[in-house]
């Protein structure tokens, strides 16, 4: 449970940034349903859906036609959604530390369509595994990003109906995705044009996103640096490489020659004070050198 010092300041960032959407959303219910931007909204996420269901209906379809076991089947099934789940951690992460969103849906769908194009070119097993991960690794990456458009653009009410209306007519694509490319594999024999039809619409989709009614404003970097506070992690990776390499340093022929060489031009005096030096400061010249 949150303290009252705590959760103070939670409250006054939430409503400031309830405030902001305000300004340049949709508050009110029927705005949420009718606004061009909502619906296009939508059908950027109809287009993600039909690419979703496409890898999780026919991956394993097509991976059969090489002749595999129903266990050979399941363990390449598999690996696009390793590489999948990575990609939506770092992807949807990135993000958040650049505050960017538009670029971050349309990148990975244009990639995920391509990817489809390339896996109906009739290639060997293992490069259509490479161009299915891609393709797996691309409409995840921008499903993970995805719902920060909506959300930066509809609050209130409008947001309930808003989100409601986005995600219905997006999940048409799951019904009519599928169907579409059983109808077109049925009818030429082969997973090559229903391949390219999901490369159309994916491809389609990140020209929705890059479309000015979707544009959202910039959001701050969710994850922001402090500006004067030094990174702990970089600071003890570099102590670290310092312990790793002083051996070295100190084994190493140059390294002795160049230093006795400096001793040497150094007056005893000056040695002694350099010794007598605090070892507060002795670590902070060491840390000004990395």
């Known amino acids: ?16 940034e309830a405030e902001t959407t305000r300004d340049a959303g949709y508050h009110a219910l029927g705005d949420a349903l009718t606004k061009t931007r909502v619906l296009v909204l939508a059908l950027l996420y109809l287009c993600i859906v039909v690419g979703l269901y496409g890898i999780g209906f026919w991956m394993p379809q097509v991976i059969q036609t090489f002749g595999l076991t129903p266990l050979e089947i399941g363990f390449l099934t598999a690996v696009p959604y390793l590489f999948a789940s990575l990609a939506m951690v770092i992807w949807g992460w990135h993000s958040d530390l650049t505050g960017e969103r538009i670029w971050h849906v349309a990148l990975p769908l244009f990639l995920a369509g391509a990817a489809f194009a390339w896996s109906a070119a009739g290639l060997p097993l ?92 910039k959001h701050p970097a969710s994850f922001p640096r402090p500006a004067n506070k030094p990174n702990p992690v970089r600071r003890r990776a570099r102590e670290l490489v310092c312990a790793l390499l002083r051996p070295s340093r100190l084994a190493c022929p140059s390294f002795l020659a160049s230093r006795q060489s400096y001793l040497a031009s150094v007056r005893p005096s000056q040695r002694r004070g350099q010794c007598r030096r605090p070892s507060t400061e002795r670590s902070h010249r060491r840390r000004h050198r990395w």
């Open 126 to 217: 293992a490069v259509i595994m490479v161009a299915l991960t891609l393709a797996a690794v691309g409409i995840y990456a921008a499903v993970s990003t995805f719902w920060s458009l909506p959300t930066a653009i509809l609050t209130g009410t409008g947001a309930a109906a808003g989100l409601a209306l986005v995600n219905s007519v997006g999940n048409l694509g799951g019904l009519a995705g599928p169907s579409i490319v059983g109808v077109i594999r049925q009818e030429t024999g082969s997973f090559t044009a229903a391949l390219l039809f999901l490369a159309a619409v994916v491809a389609f989709g990140g020209v929705i996103a890059l479309q000015r009614r979707v544009r959202v404003r």
């Open 1 to 16: 449970m949150l303290t009252e010092d705590e959760k103070h300041p939670l409250e006054t960032k939430l409503a400031a």
